[in-house]
């Protein structure tokens, strides 16, 4: 092929792709019977799956608004929402939000306030659900820098509740769900197999995010905290040695490459068959019962996560938020208004979605068909979320970083929260936290 | 014209001679490709070095607080730490790819059957998106059920979690990065091997010369142009590197694998610390730019 | 002392050895991204590992292109960076050639190693600035602001390759072609593409494999299957607490498909160009 056939052959190749393309344009993008059309910007996760695909379709047909999807992986739709709302770009109508989002996108201003544009919260809401939605936080710790006396504003509704509990093989635990964390170790001690690969517990280990979320449950069951009184930092507490302590002590029934292991993987050994039970997030609960997916089909029960001093499930809700800058605000307040009606959360928890709205837990026909629907119901009643401020992240790495560190020891407990806590306690410091 | 065969320094003047306005040729072959890549760095840079100069609180404006990131930048262990573990990624891994591509180049410069499929298998692993690169070596490198350590198992019978380790972790991550990239280098090398002149290699064996002194002594320093381009180019990448480490490891076990990259991430959106991420990145950008002069320099006159 | 054809033999059978076992090592994670491919979730996290699906399904690839859009995406990709670096091959080259012949004043080498810094600056750093400036240009999500985008920033990749590249090329040929009273660009058309074709075919493999897997800035520049890129929607997949790892391999092997095509029709190129007795 001489130099001269080549740039043809590539040219022709370049008329012939954008030829194709834009004959892939033609039909499509006709303007809808004119009710406009709404942009979801999200990050993939089961959960979202029958809202997109049945849900959606539903809505375009009963309202006539046209829905747009878009779907990026967690981090990087973090970042374009973000980017969005700081250039004002206008691209997107929706944020679907993890309510770890909340108080960085509501307080930068990037969401539209929702009782301005005339939402009204009625009290079918699992008033733990939508309390995520306010900023500032109804009730517990304010940031500094907002005004401790501001009123709540609503910016976000529940869109998925989303939370971790406790996953257990009703087979192992026969008697039903383990009550205390000792319970738990007990059977693990007595029942686990590492070279049949049977594990009595699982969980996350990787560094930062992962691996402080499997913590948190831990930490509050015992007694702590992650903050006191004016932000003190308190993950170093007794208590909270104590939790850390407990933690490494079940590494000895688990898969020995827990340390890498991201929520992916743990619900993949739980649901081989590999673990007797683990603190998991809702997506997980309709694939159990999933040939294609699950090795361990019915057996897999739901509970709150047991108890030690205290019972409680960690919070990690999907929120829904219209965009400061979105184009198409009625329409985005439509859609709100619409999934979060009586009538159509009980056809979504009927089909296997999870709901936010109490009616729709309670359903007969909904329980029936999702076993975990009582379970979640209960967990919202005592979960609890991560703390409501936008420098989170940064100490949920420092402490992360330290969590898989003494996993890895598998053991310091104490050093390493203490570590944590001083490099968190200057960071807050920096920022502006009361010093206290 | 005298067939002069030997390779010397060849005097470029000749062709400017020709004509007056041959002059401006040069400046106008390379003045689109300048411009244009720089107009689409040289302006966000400068925002970005602007926005270093800010500190950003939610819900303020930005506070243009002057070089106190750059001060802060000083005292960060965790920064410099980043930068240590990103110089010996880069340095191995370009090094390591680098040898076992010019091998690569020199097994397969002559005929041989089936030559195009096997050159084309072995660009196959550049060919992968680098996140589903970092995917499949998550699977395969995982404890429980990856293929290398089930192989590990079944000959050693102990179990070897590499990604937990925090002394296999960055080893672990340069031969992802090895085996992705080393076909850029083996591509590089060889269309530059294949692009030399014949004669003075024919002539050289005629003078009864080995083959080792032939690589060394003939087709070392003909390369050399396409060397210090390939190592440039591959270590530049190397410094940036992101997908692989983000997949793999997110930076863990501890801080073994966090990249300045990966810091300069999540600072700037994790965090939303904007000014203190941009300043990471301009302070990574300075040394990527000593480094290259220095390359650059040492190479000089020879390339 | 073993004869000269012992020798050869053996050098031989090294070759061939040390050729299989570079395949192998390159294609062993290749096809363990098809094999995952081809299994169910649960099939994929099975220990010990399968070597080949049990249970062997279409499942992910049909979710790539009818939930996922992944059609779409592979459209966007194969336009974009077609017309990128089509671009930047063509431009770059010249600015290569350039650089290779007249590099000898200050200034010259000056702007020849600026025309490096773009390939230095940590993506981070000039996402968001880069954003604004499109949306000012009205460029977010369409294809065109992704092409200038990445041609912008192939050219100096191209420029520097297609230089070293040249380099090589003795002058003297070119000056014989002239003598013999043909123009700059003739002899550049007649003499030097052709012997530098194996660098051409190099580059544009390079150009096209990393600006096809360019992630970065298509996910910040583009926002909807209207111009978003492969790698985007791969990417897409890794969701909040599970990856797809199947439908992951799947898009994996289809975004590769393009580049490994590619590939095998070019690489023959990649041979020795013509020999300098053809031209007397």
Redesign the interface.
Known sequence: ?T?RR?VQN??A??MA??A??AL??CGGNATSNNRGQI?F?S?????LDILK?VFLPEFERDTGIRT?W???????W???A???G??R?G??DIYVM?DLWV??FA???YLANIDELGFQADQDFVPAALDLGFWPPKTGLR?P??DPKARSVLYALPLIS?LQLLFYRNDIYSQGSPKTWGEILQVARERSDPAR?QYGWVTR????NPIVNSYFVLLHAFGGEMFGESWKVVFNSLQAVEALEFYLSLLAYE??????FD???E???L??G?AFAAT??T??CGQTDD?????VVNKINFDVPPKQVKQVAKLGLFMAGIAASAPNKAGAQEFLKWFSSPSVQLRFARNGGIPFKLSAFQDEEARKKSRWLDAILKCLACGVPSPRT??W??VE?ILG?EL??AL?ERGKAKQHLDAAAAEATAFLKG??YPSG | MDSSLELKRPPEAPLLRRHRWARLLPVALVAPTALFALAITVLPLGYSVVTSLQEFRLGQPPAFVGLQNYQNLLHDVNFKNSLGTTLVFTITATAAEFVLGLMLAMLLKDEFPFQGIIRSSLIVPMAIAPVVVGIIWRLLYNADVGLFSFAVQTVTGKSISVLSSATLALPALIVVDIWEWTPFMFLLLLAGIQSLPQEPFEAARMDGAGPWNIFVHLTLPMLRPVIVVALMIRALDAFTVFDQVFVLTQGGPGTATEVATLMIYKTAFRFSQFGYGASMAITLLILVMVFSAAVTRAFRGTV | MPSFRARQRLWLLARVAMISLALIIALLPVYWMVNTSLKTQVEVFTAPPTLWPQNPTLENYVSLFVRRRMGSYLLNSIIIVGTAVFLSLVIGSLAGYSMARFAKDQAQQKLNMWVLVPRMIPPVALVVPLFLILQHLGLINKQLGLILVYTAFNLPFVAWMMRSFFKEIPIDLEEATMVDGASRLRSFWDVVLPLAAPGLVATSIFSLLITFNEFFFALILTSTPAAATLPVGTAALIGKTQTLYGEMAAAGVVASVPLVIFALLVQRHLVRGLTMGAVK
């Open positions: 092929m130099r080549f590539s040219a190749a370049a792709g954008g194709v393309g892939s344009h942009t910007g990050y993939a996760d089961p959960a695909e747009e878009v779907e990026a992986d967690f981090s990087g973090f970042q374009k973000l980017n969005d700081q250039t770009a691209a997107f993890d108080p960085r307080g930068a201003s940031q820098g907002i989303d690969r280990g990787v560094k930062g898969p020995p490459g827990v340390a890498e929520s992916d993987q619900g993949a050994t649901l081989q590999n998991m997030w997506g997980w040939p294609a997916r699950s090795r936008s420098d992240s940064k790495d970083t898989n560190r890895l920022a502006g």
